[in-house]
């Protein structure tokens, strides 16, 4: 399965590739992630819980990030496997240009399954996976243009503080 979309944010690109990069800021953005851990030149280990139609599985599996020019583009790849439900792997292509008011990221996805996912039609496959996408970089969209709702995962516990004040934007430019 095959798409692409775009969307306009309202960040420059350098603020747009730093949240594609951070692993808090992932685990926020993909539905159902549990965990998200590690980084970019390392990759990341994840662990999602899905149910596509009657069909429910925790995925564990490796996402990396390849052909990365700072601030313009990168490639997303992901492979997970969900027990017997079956398997999932894909990824993203994405790409940032400058635009007047933001960003313009635009992404080309391309997913695949099997198992007893694989089992439920690929209509049903599809749909799932145009939803997926879409919720992911709309949540991306969400964590960059109101970072108040993503927070660091390594702030102080029971703090009072504003999450602001703890977000991943401040960790990575400075400003909260």
């Given at each position: 399965m095959k798409m692409s979309d775009q969307r306009e944010i309202a960040a420059d690109p350098a603020t747009?590739?730093?949240?594609?990069?951070d692993?808090?800021?992932?685990?926020?953005c993909v539905p159902?992630?549990?965990e998200v851990i590690g980084n970019p030149s390392d990759g990341?280990?994840?662990s999602v819980t899905q149910r596509v139609g009657p069909v429910k599985a925790t995925f564990k599996g490796q996402v990396t990030m390849s052909d990365m020019v700072e601030n313009q583009?990168?490639?997303i790849s992901g492979a997970g496997k969900g027990g017997a439900a079956g398997f999932a792997k894909g990824g993203a292509v994405v790409?940032?240009?400058?635009?007047?008011s933001g960003t313009l990221l635009a992404y080309e996805v391309e997913?695949?399954?099997g198992g007893k996912i694989?089992?439920?039609?690929?209509?049903l496959i599809d749909g799932f996976a145009k939803k997926m996408a879409d919720q992911f970089f709309t949540n991306l969209q969400q964590a960059i243009e109101d970072p108040a709702d993503v927070t660091a995962e390594d702030g102080p516990s029971g703090s009072e503080e504003a999450p602001a004040q703890k977000g991943w934007l401040k960790k990575i430019t400075g400003r909260g």
């Open positions: 747009v590739y730093a949240a594609l990069l692993p808090a800021v992932l685990k926020a159902g992630a549990t990341y280990t994840a583009s990168l490639t790409t940032l240009t400058p635009t007047a997913a695949k399954v694989a089992q439920l039609g690929s209509r």
